[in-house]
């Protein structure tokens, strides 16, 4: 806590002008203990004497009446009873003590329980225990009220001992204000406040007690007055003489402010009649802790920290506590001037998710507050104003996360509340206050919810009234008729202020009236079944659902009745009196005797808790808006549906679980399960994979029907025609022509699949079933990746190593892969050549019919490449035939299929397949020629000259080199190299072709020379061909029988003349080429370039005198390239 070191100063004025002449002077002086007087203490345990009437009225006193309001009351109040009074002042209980000073109190009454489950040894009370118990406590003093004394902290190996003076005021069995000399900034008390504290509750015997100052004063004469003022002043003169001498100046002063009031101030003289009497909070602590935590922005555990807040708001409430509301007050101020608000609604960026649950925790904390039974007309007043103020501001968060609900506003529209304003029912954007503000309308003042909330034995088994307002149901048990988020936060707002038994109460009557509602719902749904069926459209509209809501009403009753049939809740309830009379200062405690005169016969809490969450996690609802209350609906689902999988099923679960089960089926639109849903409704998925694995081991039959009818997901499918009764079932729109956006589409798709494998799994060995949980994953899941994550899941399943294949989920997965390969063959999937290759492994486990069977249907399923590269290549892999047990039959049949298929693959796309089908039909003589004039004709057309010079090589590999030649004459028809492509990839094919040619023979490298003369306009390439074919003999490798002349070929004579007259011609083009456009840095590389092209022109028998004109010729024509020309001088004269 921050403890300030100056006490604020007293309100009250003191004053004894008719006190009455027995009071001699002096007569007061003497001290006493507190438990000095003979009255017996009743919490010291020393005695077994019933409590005097003094002791007993002077308590009642303490507690409920300022001290003020008693001198007022009565002219002369008596030494014992002023001292029984200032006695019974202080706080018994520990529990607020540790409230104040930790953050968690334990469930115990007595604070020795306090923090003990917490390992926070450090917190402040859990240390002033400690500091306590080490005896540091000292010099303890009681004065009216204001107890004071010194603490002493022991000294540690880097701290030295620490004696810090501690003071603390009281009023009305209430802590008003602590000051220690520590200097300790926290929301908390200090350490050695606590201490202080403590010691005065558990050792009240042992404190000193003295009446208020001003009734010593009063005793007094001047003489006596004047020797205390000159010795207070003594003792302290460098802290008031300043002081004192300024007060003297103003008594002195006739027309002073001091002298025209009546009395004087006395802090220790308790509270005025109108101070507010409530536990000393520091404001202005909790407001800079706050502040900092919002601006760590969830960094350093600050997100852990606000939680912790808001559970203390809400143990402040639970305690009666008037600085709950206040502490709110404090946090919300500083939520609101969060910088961040404005900063994101300008960037029109949304806030983290972590920060948005906390303003969610805001608005129903708000709500528990507003909806207070016993707060009055003037303070709800004062909040609204409040929450109005805080809602009016722009950049004040919304509810749903995104952009404001069109919702009805429901609480308005309550029998109870004042007629709303047609205006108004609609409004534009709801923030996380408007659910607040609307339940300031409500009250409790109806008689029927008084008799709810009251009375354990409130029935009417005379009430036959069957309308759906009764207010009883057909066993008599009253029921409760409200909004159901509304009616459920009335059920938290009981829990949060301490009446669990009223909370559990309204609770029953609320799941009563669903379960009612439900029965109704399916009845009516019966009746018009024929006839909903055949339109295909229904007129409920659940926009607003229970589960994801604001208000959390499923989980709000859940927790209710879980903690009462687990006897979680708080062992003493406080009796609830609706009258609208204030309330008591101090609860009247009685055991809770929970209602179980409305429960079925045996039935439970628990299951009646397990009941109403399986109720409203199955009721179909409208998918909201926004991304983040999207999010909110399957965090709450899976909280949900967390909190059931705690609960062990017993028989009773069991046949709830049966008979809701039963009802979601049969209930229509009415449920998430029923033959009617939304287009937009909220799937079903994980709350069914919940049902199915609870009910599988009990209800194999009713596990499936609801895991199957949960798999829709119609927002991915078209509308269902209207009347068309061929569909198993029929999809409406709630909003017509509405493009819903689902952001969390994903993750519902994930739990979809999800499903459907725990159906799988489960259907292991059940032929009839898997073929039917095949049919819905085939019709009703539409990504490829979550039935590829079947098929692999079905893959796992079947050939587990610890048992024989399963031949059934075998071929289900197998299916499920052929689907997968429809349905991305024609679209982009970055793990299709994953899914290719596992189809494979997958048909091969299953035997030589399905890979022939995927081989034979090819087309349908793979592409031309992957259909050679990677089916067939595996099929006439040697492991495929070593895992298949093939015979030498079997073996040739499978090839076969496979050649077959890799020549259709080269006739559809030659460019990428032919050379697979080529290496493919190797040892198949007819196949392997089939696939080469497959080639041959696509050359001309489909295939350029990479392809072929690539299958060229191939041959030549082989061992055919004609029609490696053949091929590499047809790629050189496709090819044109330019000037400046020295560096093309396609210069060592033109290359290899040449030799290839040259080793030939002439008549071969005569045929090639003209195609590479028009197709290689690259000096460079050109020179280097005329090259290599001048250093051997045309035929050296031929093969055959074929006679080698083992002359050189001529340079003058065809086919050289053709190739050395090209290559000098591309010389002299690429020199003018790169002179057009030449820099300085380029020079010496350019005169290189010439020497080159001299040593070509030189191969000519005229050589000499064509390069000698040819220079001439350039230093005429470039004569204005001075530098360049002089250096070509320099080389060539």
Not at 513 to 527: G, H, I, P, S
Not at 606 to 624: D, H, N, Y
Not at 1053 to 1075: E, F, V
Request: aromatic fraction near 8%.
């Amino acid at each position: 806590m921050a403890e300030r070191v100056q006490q604020p100063p007293a309100k009250r004025l003191c004053c004894r002008p008719g006190y009455g002449a027995t009071c001699r002077p002096g007569q007061r002086a003497a001290g006493a203990t507190c438990g000095g007087s003979s009255a017996t203490q009743g919490e010291s345990g020393k005695t077994q004497s019933p409590e005097t009437l003094l002791d007993i009225a002077a308590r009642k006193v303490a507690e409920k009446w300022p001290f003020q309001r008693v001198e007022e009351r009565f002219e002369r109040i008596p030494e014992p009873v002023q001292r029984r009074i200032v006695y019974w002042s202080f706080p018994r209980s520990e529990r607020e003590i540790c409230m104040y000073s930790s953050f968690n109190t334990g469930g115990g009454e007595e604070v020795g329980s306090c923090g003990e489950s917490s390992d926070e040894t450090r917190l402040p009370f859990r240390r002033g225990i400690a500091l306590l118990e080490s005896g540091c406590v000292d010099n303890v003093l009681q004065v009216g009220f204001h107890l004071s004394g010194t603490v002493r902290e022991p000294a540690t190996s880097s701290e030295p001992e620490l004696v810090c003076n501690v003071s603390v005021s009281f009023d009305r069995c209430k802590i008003t204000a602590v000051t220690c000399s520590c200097g300790n900034k926290d929301i908390f008390y200090c350490a050695h406040v606590v201490a202080l504290s403590l010691y005065r509750v558990r050792k009240p015997e042992q404190v000193k007690l003295r009446l208020p100052i001003s009734e010593t004063l009063f005793q007094m004469n001047r003489d006596q007055l004047q020797k205390f003022v000159q010795y207070l002043i003594t003792v302290h003169h460098t802290e008031v003489l300043p002081t004192a001498q300024k007060l003297a100046d103003e008594i002195l002063s006739q027309n002073s402010e001091i002298n025209q009031v009546h009395g004087a101030p006395d802090p220790t003289a308790g509270a005025s009649v109108d101070d507010e009497n409530c536990w000393h909070l520091d404001e202005e602590q909790v407001q800079e802790q706050v502040k900092l935590f919002l601006s760590q922005g969830g960094y350093h555990g600050s997100g852990k920290q606000l939680n912790l807040l808001f559970s203390k708001v809400r143990e402040m409430l639970k305690m009666r506590d008037s600085n709950g509301a206040r502490m709110l007050t404090l946090i919300t101020e500083q939520f609101m001037g969060d910088p961040r608000l404005a900063l994101w609604r300008q960037q029109g960026t949304t806030m983290t998710d972590k920060y948005r649950q906390l303003w969610d925790e805001l608005g129903a904390l708000w709500m528990c507050i507003v909806l207070n039974p016993h707060y009055k007309p003037e303070q709800k007043g004062f909040w609204l104003r409040q929450l109005r103020r805080w809602n009016s501001v722009d950049v004040c968060p919304l509810e749903d996360g995104n952009h404001g609900s069109e919702l009805t506003n429901l609480t308005n529209a309550l029998p109870q509340g004042p007629p709303g304003n047609p205006d108004s029912l609609t409004r534009p954007h709801r923030t996380v206050f408007t659910r607040a503000i609307e339940a300031c309308d409500l009250h409790w003042q109806d008689p029927h919810l008084q008799h709810i909330i009251t009375e354990d034995h409130y029935t009417n088994y005379c009430y036959h009234d069957n309308l759906d307002s009764s207010l009883f149901d057909t066993r008599g048990w009253p029921l409760w008729h409200e909004h159901v988020p509304t009616a459920c936060a009335r059920v938290d707002a009981l829990r949060s202020h301490g009446y669990p038994k009223e909370a559990l109460r309204l609770a029953i009557a609320i799941v009563n009236t669903l379960r009612r509602q439900q029965q109704k719902q399916m009845e009516f749904f019966r009746t018009h079944k024929k006839e909903l069926l055949h339109k295909g459209i229904t007129s409920v509209t659940n926009l607003e659902g229970w589960v994801g809501h604001p208000l959390d009403p499923i989980g709000t009753l859940f927790s209710t009745l879980m903690e009462t049939g687990r006897g979680g809740e708080d062992g003493a309830a406080a009796l609830l009196d609706l009258s609208g009379s204030p309330a008591s200062g101090r609860r009247t405690e009685r055991p809770v005797s929970p209602a179980q005169r409305f429960l079925e016969e045996g039935e439970s809490f628990v299951s009646l808790a397990v009941e109403t969450a399986l109720i409203g996690l199955g009721q179909q609802r409208v998918m909201p808006d926004g991304l983040y209350a999207q999010e909110k609906v399957c965090r709450n689902e899976e909280q949900l549906l967390a909190k059931l999988q705690e609960v062990d099923l017993d028989d009773t679960l069991v046949k709830i679980f049966r008979k809701q089960a039963v009802f979601l089926l049969e209930a229509g639109p009415y449920s998430g399960l029923g033959e009617l849903l939304y287009r937009e409704s909220v799937p079903m998925h994980t709350f069914a994979k919940y049902l199915f694995t609870s009910l599988l081991p009990h209800d194999a039959e009713l596990a499936y029907k609801i895991a199957l009818r949960a798999m829709r997901l119609p927002v991915l499918e078209s509308t269902a025609p209207s009347g068309d009764l061929s569909q198993p079932h029929h999809i409406v729109s709630v909003v017509p022509n509405r493009l819903p956006r689902w952001f969390t589409l994903s993750h519902i798709e994930t739990q979809q699949c999800e499903l459907a494998s725990t159906m799988l799994t489960a259907a292991k060995g059940d032929a009839r079933k898997l073929e039917t949980v095949l049919e819905s994953i085939q019709k009703n899941i539409h990504s490829a990746s979550h039935i590829f994550k079947l098929a692999q899941d079905a893959f796992k399943i079947a050939t587990l190593m610890d048992s024989l294949p399963d031949i059934t989920l075998l071929k289900v997965s197998l299916e499920l892969g052929l689907q997968v390969m429809r349905m991305t063959l024609s679209t982009l999937n970055w793990r299709r050549r994953e899914m290719v290759r596992w189809l494979v492994t997958c048909a091969t486990e299953a035997g030589v019919f399905a890979l022939d069977s995927i081989m034979q249907s090819w087309f349908t399923l793979f592409t031309p490449t992957e259909a050679t590269s990677v089916v067939a290549s595996t099929v006439m892999s040697n492991s495929t035939i070593v895992r298949l047990h093939l015979d030498c039959h079997q073996q040739e049949n499978l090839a076969n299929s496979a050649r077959t298929l890799a020549l259709q693959c080269a006739m559809k796309d030659p460019q990428n397949c032919a050379l697979s089908a080529l290496t493919l039909c190797e040892k198949d003589h007819i196949a392997f020629e089939t696939a080469y004039q497959i080639v041959l004709d696509a050359a001309a057309t489909g295939m350029n000259y990479t392809q072929l010079f690539t299958i060229a090589r191939y041959m030549e590999h082989r061992g055919y080199p004609m029609r490696a030649y053949k091929l590499a004459t047809l790629a050189m028809t496709h090819l044109n190299l330019s000037y400046n492509q020295d560096t093309h990839p396609a210069i060592n094919d033109v290359l290899w072709a040449c030799a290839l040619s040259h080793s030939l023979g002439k008549n071969e490298l005569a045929s090639v020379i003209p195609l590479v003369v028009k197709s290689v306009k690259c000096a460079t390439v050109l020179s280097d061909i005329l090259r290599r074919c001048t250093l051997t003999t045309p035929g050296m490798v031929a093969l055959h029988s074929r006679r080698n002349s083992g002359k050189l070929m001529p340079l003058d004579k065809a086919p050289l003349r053709q190739l050395l007259d090209a290559t000098i011609g591309a010389y002299i083009n690429t020199t003018h080429s790169r002179l057009t456009h030449i820099s300085p840095r380029h020079y010496s590389e350019f005169i290189e370039f010439l020497s080159k092209a001299r040593e070509t022109f030189l191969m000519a028998h005229d050589g000499h005198i064509q390069f000698t004109q040819f220079i001439d010729n350039l230093k005429q024509i470039y004569k204005g390239k001075k530098k360049l020309m002089m250096l070509v001088r320099e080389r060539f004269g």
